[in-house]
């Protein structure tokens, strides 16, 4: 069955310091694979996906994603951080047509 | 602007009441789903609906009902079956995964609405 597990609960990083949120996939076949963004109280927003095409997958507002089959990983990586990155982030992979699974989240909060 | 609009935001419920949580989109998406969220359990599919008048389970629909009468609406009740219906309820909305989505079903979300039972 397909299922990702989102390595960290919650992240910190300064202002200005690189962010990585980890993701690790189970699929017994290529998966399509997102990356959701939720702002508290909000629904959620979709940053990026990956569908089988270029390994790395570039997002908005600066996030990307690697796609690495031999580590079944789908990391989320940011520069530098901005204080409107806080908020939770959602690794999804996709079931079938209609059905998604979500990892539990990772929270990032942004020190100044 | 296009999008997906839920309400109430909040509610309140005593138990043993039935309540509807209203979904509308206006972006001519042809499939609508409802998750339930909780703290650090990500994103549970309720209910999903590919077309009018069609709906299928999903892995948690227990105690939970919908309709979907129209191609823009897809309603919610949450019975007084549901245990435990404290929770933040999201509605989405996607195109019928396909070569126009690029093979992925992205979802489109609306903003919540939060359920609590007193």
């Known amino acids: 069955a397909q299922s990702v597990t989102q390595l960290d609960s919650h992240v910190s990083v300064s202002e200005g310091t690189p962010v990585l949120l980890r993701c690790n996939y189970s699929?017994?076949?290529?998966?399509?694979l997102f990356w959701y963004v939720q702002h508290p109280n909000k629904g959620l927003q979709l940053l990026l996906k990956?569908?089988?095409?270029?390994?790395l997958v570039k997002g908005i507002n600066g996030f990307e994603a690697e796609f690495k089959k031999s580590e079944t990983s789908f990391h989320l990586t940011k520069p530098s951080a901005h204080m409107s990155d806080a908020a939770e982030y959602f690794c999804?992979?996709?079931?079938?047509?209609?059905?998604?699974?979500f990892g539990a989240g990772t929270t990032v909060t942004v020190r100044a | 602007d296009g999008g997906i609009t839920q309400s109430p935001k909040y509610l309140f419920r005593k138990e043993g009441q039935n309540v509807t949580l209203s979904c509308e989109q206006n972006?001519?998406?042809?499939?609508m789903y409802w998750y339930r969220q909780d703290p650090g359990q990500g994103l549970r599919l309720i209910y999903y609906?590919?077309?009018?008048?069609?709906?299928q389970k999903g892995d948690i629909a227990e105690g939970y009902s919908v309709s979907r009468e129209k191609k823009e609406s897809f309603p919610l009740t949450v019975t007084s079956a549901q245990k435990n219906p404290t929770a933040f309820y999201l509605c989405?909305?996607?195109?019928?995964?396909?070569?126009?989505?690029?093979?992925?079903?992205?979802?489109?979300f609306g903003a919540g609405s939060r359920l609590t039972v007193l």
């Open positions: 989405a909305s996607s195109i019928i995964p396909g070569q126009a989505s690029g093979w992925a079903n992205v979802l489109t």
């Open positions: 699929s017994s076949y290529s998966p399509s």
């Open positions: 990956y569908t089988s095409a270029a390994t």
């Open positions: 999804v992979v996709s079931i079938n047509d209609y059905k998604l699974s």
């Open positions: 972006l001519n998406h042809d499939a």
């Open positions: 609906s590919q077309i009018v008048n069609d709906f």
